[in-house]
């Protein structure tokens, strides 16, 4: 199985701060790498699929890089409505995994 | 817009079996693949198992093989999850989620289902 991780596990930032995310595969997964969002109490939200495409209605402040085993989320001017937590997913074999995830709060 | 609606959530004691329903609107489920996602509660993301187009084709994450099924029925539009033998493990709250067999990834999202298993 693929295992995923992600750090930080969490950060701080003030709104306009830049904030990169980072998900690592433990084997080679091509450009299959999804990033969603969730808010508490609120179903996840699609945002980066194949690695750096930006998921339609998306904020372009968002953008995702990577391919292999190493990927980034980059928000490039943070602001108060991204809080919240992030997760990357693999999406090159079964079983489909999960990072642990990556809470963002704003300062 | 697109919803997924999901419902057959409660409490069950271990053991016991419950079975969730997800129906769509706007959204023709027919036409996607389609999955179950469970966040047990102040957790990350676990993906539960998939189903294709026709059903004939279902996978499964090792924890729940032998105990849940995917099915679904098109013409009603719907998706289902049959728990049975439940675990004090499978607490957690249940989206039916579509599937992109192309990149793989989830979505739409339902606003989900919180199941209990508890004595």
């Known amino acids: 199985d693929i295992q995923m991780t992600q750090s930080p596990s969490s950060v701080s930032a003030s709104i306009g701060d830049s904030v990169t995310i980072t998900c690592r595969a433990t084997q080679g997964i091509s450009s299959y790498l999804a990033w969603y969002q969730q808010k508490p109490g609120k179903a996840p939200k699609l945002l980066i699929y194949?690695?750096?495409k930006l998921q339609s209605g998306v904020p372009s402040r968002f953008s995702g890089s990577g391919s292999g085993t190493d990927f980034t989320l980059t928000i490039s001017s943070l602001q108060p409505e991204d809080f919240g937590n992030y997760y990357c997913?693999?999406?090159?074999?079964?079983?489909?995994?999960f990072g642990p995830g990556t809470k963002v709060d704003v300062k | 817009e697109v919803q997924l609606v999901e419902s057959g959530g409660g409490l069950v004691q271990p053991g016991g079996s419950l079975r969730l329903s997800c129906t769509a609107s706007?959204?023709?489920?027919?036409?996607?693949?389609m999955s179950w996602v469970r966040q047990a509660p102040g957790k990350g993301l676990e993906w539960v198992a998939n189903?294709?187009?026709?059903?004939?084709?279902?996978y499964y994450v090792d924890s729940v093989k032998g105990r849940f099924t995917i099915s679904r029925d098109n013409a009603k539009n719907s998706l289902y999850l049959q728990m049975n033998s439940l675990r004090v493990e499978d607490t957690a709250v249940y989206y039916c989620v579509g599937w992109s067999s192309s990149w793989g990834g989830f979505d739409p999202w339902g606003q989900g289902a919180l199941v209990t298993v508890s004595s």
């Open positions: 189903i294709n187009e026709d059903g004939s084709d279902k």
């Open positions: 194949v690695a750096s």
């Open positions: 706007e959204f023709t489920l027919s036409s996607s693949w």
């Open positions: 997913q693999q999406a090159n074999s079964f079983p489909l995994t």
